[in-house]
């Protein structure tokens, strides 16, 4: 049993750490760079999961989605087709039009401004996070597009985000509230959220939410009452691993991202100082390796001739790089 998760290079540490509790399993966990992938001459029948899109060029976009076709008629499973990966703009604004979220983004490249605010500004590529503290106004917005744009940025790589979060009442004082679901495979997994003092709640701080906080994290662990919604947000974007970002606003869910290379942990660092987060991260950890079990039943062992993409000559698979 196999499963090959492919990466950019310099972000293989991802996964690591399920490396070891899967292979006690039975189940072979391998990192590949899309290096790997690209310079193979034969595939290893196995579950492929394809990750990181947003820090590849669309030309290897186009390259994958022939591996994809070619594994799975050749017995393998691929998670996650690039040739229907919705970049981050178009997905906020699918979600938007789909009544699921309330705000929207604005791309400069198109000379669209925010119709309200506060916003910030960020790449549409990269992974690379906020570009901008929260813009209150249109003089704030020109001013951090001029910068970014004088910084070496592309008019055609930003977008300004509208901001939909609000804090709630921390262990000491307001925190913002970020909460997350996996994708893998079938299996829709929540994970435990992050609090934060900051509006941009990203790694969390420890001991920031309330213990009323933790323990309802840990009673969702097994209720997941935005499981659906979550599911459905999956479905819309295409994505069969990954992770989903969300908050509330104003009452109301509002999913913030699909990453497509989470970080994910198969142990703590240091435990928790709170017994109810405790209890919620080991409930995920467990709920995680189920469905990461689940992924390579029915596939059989076997090769994978990789020779008919590697010839065609419209496609530069032998020249294509990644950082």
């Not at 435990?192 to 009323?212: C, I, L, M, P, R």
Request: aromatic share 10%.
């Amino acid at each position: 049993m196999k499963i090959i998760y492919v990466t950019v290079r310099h972000h293989r540490y991802t996964m690591r750490s399920y490396i070891e509790p899967l292979a006690e399993q039975g189940v072979d966990l391998t990192i590949w760079s899309y290096d790997n992938l690209l310079d193979a001459v034969r595939l290893p029948k196995a579950v492929y999961i394809l990750s990181d899109f947003d820090r590849l060029h669309p030309w290897l976009w186009e390259v994958l989605g022939r591996y994809v076709d070619l594994i799975r008629a050749g017995g393998g499973k691929v998670l996650n087709d690039p040739r229907l990966f919705r970049p981050r703009h178009a997905l906020i604004r699918t979600l938007k039009a789909e009544g699921i979220n309330d705000y929207t983004c604005a791309l400069p490249a198109l000379g669209e401004w925010p119709e309200r605010y506060p916003v910030f500004l960020r790449t549409l590529t990269a992974h690379r996070g906020v570009g901008s503290d929260l813009l209150e106004d249109r003089a704030a917005a020109e001013a951090a597009l001029d910068t970014a744009l004088k910084a070496g940025h592309a008019i055609a790589d930003l977008l300004f985000i509208e901001f939909a979060a609000e804090p709630i009442e921390g262990a000491r004082g307001p925190v913002y509230h970020k909460l997350s679901n996996y994708k893998i495979g079938e299996a829709v997994v929540p994970t435990n959220g992050v609090f934060q003092d900051v509006w941009e709640a990203k790694y969390g701080t420890v001991g920031a939410g309330s213990d009323e906080s933790y323990a309802r994290e840990r009673a969702e662990m097994a209720d997941d009452p935005n499981g659906p919604l979550v599911a459905r947000v999956f479905e819309i974007a295409r994505v069969d691993f990954g992770r989903v970002d969300y908050g509330f606003y104003k009452g109301r869910p509002q999913i913030y991202e699909i990453n497509t290379n989470p970080m994910m942990h198969a142990v703590s660092r240091k435990a928790h100082p709170n017994a109810d987060r405790e209890e919620a991260i080991r409930i995920m950890r467990e709920n995680v390796m189920t469905a990461f079990l689940a992924l390579p039943v029915g596939v059989e062992a076997g090769v994978i001739d990789v020779g008919e993409i590697a010839g065609k000559p419209d496609l530069p698979v032998r020249t294509l790089r990644q950082p």
